[in-house]
């Protein structure tokens, strides 16, 4: 167990819909990674937050926001969901080892299907 | 931008034969690499990591070393057990633009299956 939850573990839900994925970081933790595993793209990097704010953005959707609340739980809203968003997305956070390097621990992801 | 190859999968092993699942990245700077495991149904797991050139990760009998000369970070096993079939994903982490993210870039993935 890694210490990051995410909720739900399943998500099935028709084209054009909205839903929101949530994640708990590890007790601490400061920063939230959101990424995007799918068939045909990999494992991808998302956005990430650090203390409620925005970090940094990678190949993230317009049709795709995030934030992280004051109790650092972050979420992330994908709108207008397509066939092609259907997918796991993992949240991790991250934390600062004894030697300066920063290792992320993953949460047990969102199945998502749109159908 | 950063990248990280490793080899297609999947590899198919008898149980105590050797492993090697080649990892080869592009990076600017001096990124820290990682290997995560993904087990059926499960997340990601770090199995090790290592930070500059020439150092070792190690853990649970699995190894591999920053190799900067040759841009490489293979993952070795000397007697793999069915427990370890999984999917393993080679990853980098640098520092982007001084801004303090830390995201990690994958590889695609080695799909490895013991068998008895």
């Known amino acids: 167990d890694s210490g990051v939850t995410q909720t739900p573990k399943h998500l099935i839900t028709a084209t054009g819909q909205r839903v929101t994925l949530r994640c708990s970081p590890r007790s601490g933790d400061l920063s939230v990674y959101w990424y995007q595993q799918s068939l045909d793209q990999g494992l991808q990097f998302l956005i990430q937050y650090y203390n409620g704010e925005e970090r940094a953005k990678g190949n993230i959707l317009e049709r795709f926001s995030a934030q992280q609340f004051p109790d650092l739980h972050s979420e992330l809203n994908l709108s207008s969901l397509e066939l092609g968003d259907s997918a796991l997305y993992f949240c991790?956070?991250?934390?600062?080892?004894?030697?300066?390097?920063?290792?992320?621990?993953f949460g047990p992801g969102t199945r998502l299907t749109v159908t | 931008g950063d990248s990280v190859t490793q080899m297609e999968g999947p590899v198919t092993l008898s149980e105590e034969a050797f492993l090697t699942i080649n990892c080869t990245y592009t990076a600017t700077g001096y990124p820290s690499l990682f290997w995560y495991v993904q087990y059926p149904g499960e997340g990601l797991q770090l199995l090790l990591k290592a930070t500059k050139a020439d150092d070792k990760g190690s853990n649970k009998g699995f190894e591999a070393t920053y190799r900067k000369e040759t841009t490489s970070f293979h993952l070795e096993k000397g007697s793999v057990q069915v427990s370890d079939s999984a999917v393993y994903f080679c990853?980098?982490?640098?520092?982007?633009?001084?801004?303090?993210?830390?995201?990690?870039?994958f590889g695609k993935g080695t799909k490895l299956s013991v068998i008895p």
């Open positions: 991790a956070s991250s934390v600062r080892d004894g030697k300066g390097t920063y290792e992320q621990y």
């Open positions: 990853a980098l982490s640098a520092s982007y633009s001084g801004a303090g993210s830390y995201q990690l870039t």
